[in-house]
């Protein structure tokens, strides 16, 4: 029978970012997943480390936006008739969650994690040595029209009021920064403080490979057979038990598989995306994440190509892909940026788990000793994998968080 102090179960980024902040602190970890560290939605982001967000995507106030998503003619959003009865109250939650007002609690509840995101994501770089996945330079948000810039007034003033850097500029200020762009929009806004990565999976692999080397154990082992045996958690794997007095459930989209069965029952939902990497076209280059706000997508400079990464479907996490948001939104990728051929034969998929408020799930399971939750980063998953992976270590060693962790508890769902 092996013994550790921490099990973290689920080796994404969250999942890895802890490992390692656990191990730095000289806890014996082992990382469990049944797939490699970094395959699963962890590979597949626009690599834009978020450091400037403020407001979460709310849903659409604007009544054609919905007719537009019903009427599934939306680039930005895609839905399984058959999967909406069941998402349902999750929407209707996400939908009172999206008021003016609730959205400014989340900006302000967000906000010390956020801070956070860039330098956490420097510290471990740097130790890992993977520095040159790293890429300055912000990124860039386009506005093909007037009313879309306008809504972005309360963002650029709360941007103001937490001194994050912007600079709002015209077509050309932005070709000049991209000259491989069409002038198609008419507004843009540089987010300078902004990073990227260049190869997500890359970088997890990388705070694995360091996890490792300050003696954390990374095992291969199905997260379900988690349980309560001899006044211990246990988890049977391939190498035999696994016993410790510490498990972190940070297990993404999959959380609810582990979680249901020990009665823990959050309201998680899933936005499905797609991404598809192609080779620019002629001497076609981007030098930043491009984001064409109307149209739901992003264009992320990897190294494996330009990745064109999808908004959200709501569709069961394991149903057959439909990415029939990539026929919907190619026309406008390709009308402003010379896409050439698509480097793989299928798009890849992957689901981002999302709490109905957008804030992840940070600290204790309620009602189970020894048991703790990192799990709902939505749309922010690689931003704020290592400033999670830092609170979490910080509650679970005793130390002082380096922020009130109050607002990303369990018990803000009342269970
Ligand atoms: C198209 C798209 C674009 C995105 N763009 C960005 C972006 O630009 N910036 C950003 O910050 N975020 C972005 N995100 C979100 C981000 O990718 C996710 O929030 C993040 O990857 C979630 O990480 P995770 O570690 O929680 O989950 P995962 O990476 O899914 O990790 C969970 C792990 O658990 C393992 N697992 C599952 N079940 C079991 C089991 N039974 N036993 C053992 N192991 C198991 C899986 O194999 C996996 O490795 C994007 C997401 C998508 C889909």
């Known amino acids: 029978m092996a013994r550790v102090d921490a099990i973290v179960l689920g080796a994404g980024i969250v999942g890895t970012s802890i490992g390692l902040h656990l191990a730095k602190r000289g806890l014996a970890v082992a990382l469990v997943d049944r797939r490699a560290p970094g395959e699963e939605t962890s590979y597949g982001n626009a690599g834009v480390i978020e450091g400037n967000t403020l407001f979460p995507q709310a849903f659409p106030s604007d009544p054609l936006a919905l007719l537009r998503i019903a009427l599934k003619r939306a680039p930005e959003a895609n ?5 909406l009865p069941q998402v349902a109250p999750w929407l209707l939650a996400f939908r009172a969650a999206s008021t003016p007002r609730r959205l400014m609690e989340t900006a302000r509840a967000m906000r010390p994690l956020f801070a956070r995101a860039i330098a956490e994501h420097e510290a471990l770089l740097a130790e890992a040595g993977a520095s040159r996945y790293l890429r300055r330079g912000g990124w860039l948000k386009l506005y093909r029209g007037e009313r879309a810039f306008g809504a972005l007034k309360g963002e650029l003033a709360l941007a103001q009021e937490f001194g994050i850097a912007y600079r709002a500029l015209d077509t050309e200020a932005a070709r000049e920064l991209e000259p491989s762009l069409a002038p198609v929009f008419r507004h843009a806004v540089h987010w300078q403080g902004a990073v990227s990565i260049t190869n997500p999976l890359a970088v997890t692999q990388a705070y694995a490979a360091r996890f490792a080397a300050l003696g954390g154990v990374v095992v291969r082992g199905d997260a379900r057979s988690l349980h309560r045996a001899d006044g211990h958690w246990r988890l049977d794997t391939g190498e ?6 510490q498990v972190v459930v940070a297990l993404g989209p999959f959380a609810p598989d582990v979680l249901g069965p ?17 080779r620019p076209a002629g001497n076609a280059a981007l030098s930043r994440p491009v984001v064409d706000i109307e149209n739901g997508y ?3 400079p990897m190294e494996q190509g ?10 069961a996490r394991d149903a057959p892909p439909t990415p029939v948001q990539f026929d919907r939104l190619l026309p406008a990728a390709q009308g402003l940026f010379p896409l050439g051929q698509p480097v793989e034969t299928s798009p890849w998929m992957g689901s981002r788990p999302c709490f109905p408020d957008s804030r992840p799930v940070i600290g204790r399971a309620p009602g189970q000793d020894g048991l703790w939750l990192a799990y709902g980063h939505a749309h922010w998953g690689l931003t704020l994998g290592p400033a ?8 679970m060693t005793g130390a002082t968080p380096f922020c009130d962790p109050a607002p990303y508890g369990a018990e803000r769902f009342g269970k």
Do not use: N, Q, V, W
């Not at 035999?240 to 007095?245: E, I, M, R, V």
């Open 388 to 395: 999670t992976g830092r609170l979490i270590a910080e509650m």
């Open 79 to 83: 839905y399984h008739l058959t999967f």
């Open 262 to 278: 020990l009665g823990i029952r959050l309201s998680l939902g899933l936005k499905r995306g797609y991404h598809r990497h192609y």
């Open 306 to 315: 330009i990745r064109l990464t999808t908004g959200a479907e709501f569709a």
């Open 240 to 245: 035999g038990p696994l016993d410790a007095a």
């Open 298 to 300: 992003c264009l992320a």
